[in-house]
């Protein structure tokens, strides 16, 4: 069965520090890939997702992903982060062989806190 | 733009009651979804739809109902609540071929307590 690992629960960060959040997936090919933020109170919203190609993947919000098939991860990065990026950061993938619809899995995520 | 729309926002039940959340989408989706966010297990999908009269069940579907009697409407359902549905729960929409094509588009959410 497919599954997603965010190793961390909780981050926090310094305004203007670099930012690395892990992400580990398992499943027996190469699935889509996505990483979605969650504000306060708020919805998710998608940052950025990958099926194929290039596998550095850019996103909204100068948020960046890159897929190493070798270590079944997909890391979100930004170079320097925003009080206003302080959030909930979820990994998720969904199977690419099935057509992907409906096995949208979710890992358990990441809050991230910005200190001034 | 409304995007997608869940009614109520918040409500309180006793063990047994029944009720309801609505999911409305103003983009036309086709497939709509209900999922459930507990703290420390990310968000699972309870019920999910691909079109109009159409539903399957997800991850953790037991102790819920669900309908798409209209495209833009998806209703998740509890008929007897009891505390472990404690949670919030979201409403997603996405355009045909799901969420390997594209992305998920989310509610607010609806944060329900079952004391």
């Known amino acids: 069965a497919q599954s997603v690992t965010q190793p961390d629960i909780h981050i926090t960060v310094s305004e203007g520090a670099s930012l690395e959040l892990r992400c580990n997936y398992s499943y027996g090919a190469t699935p889509y890939l996505f990483w979605y933020v969650q504000s306060p109170g708020q919805g998710l919203q998608l940052l950025l997702k990958?099926?194929?190609?290039?596998?550095l993947v850019q996103g909204i919000k100068g948020f960046e992903a890159e897929f190493k098939r070798s270590q079944s991860s997909f890391n979100l990065r930004k170079p320097s982060v925003h009080w206003s990026d302080a959030a909930e950061y979820f990994c998720?993938?969904?199977?690419?062989?099935?057509?992907?619809?409906?096995?949208?899995?979710f890992g358990a995520g990441t809050r991230l806190a910005v200190h001034p | 733009n409304a995007g997608v729309t869940q009614t109520p926002k918040f409500r309180v039940l006793k063990t047994g009651q029944s009720m309801t959340l609505l999911c409305a989408q103003d983009m036309n989706h086709e497939y709509m979804y209900w999922y459930r966010q507990d703290p420390g297990m990310g968000l699972r999908l309870i019920h999910y739809s691909v079109g109009e009269g159409t539903t399957a069940k997800g991850e953790v579907p037991d102790g819920y109902n669900v309908s798409r009697l209209k495209k833009q409407n998806f209703l998740l359902g509890l008929e007897s609540a009891a505390p472990s549905q404690t949670s919030v729960y979201f409403c997603?929409?996405?355009?045909?071929?799901?969420?390997?094509?594209?992305?998920?588009?989310f509610g607010e959410g609806s944060r329900l307590t079952v004391l």
């Open positions: 998720a993938v969904a199977p690419s062989l099935t057509g992907g619809y409906n096995k949208l899995i």
């Open positions: 990958y099926f194929s190609g290039d596998t």
């Open positions: 997603a929409s996405s355009p045909a071929g799901g969420p390997g094509t594209g992305e998920l588009f």
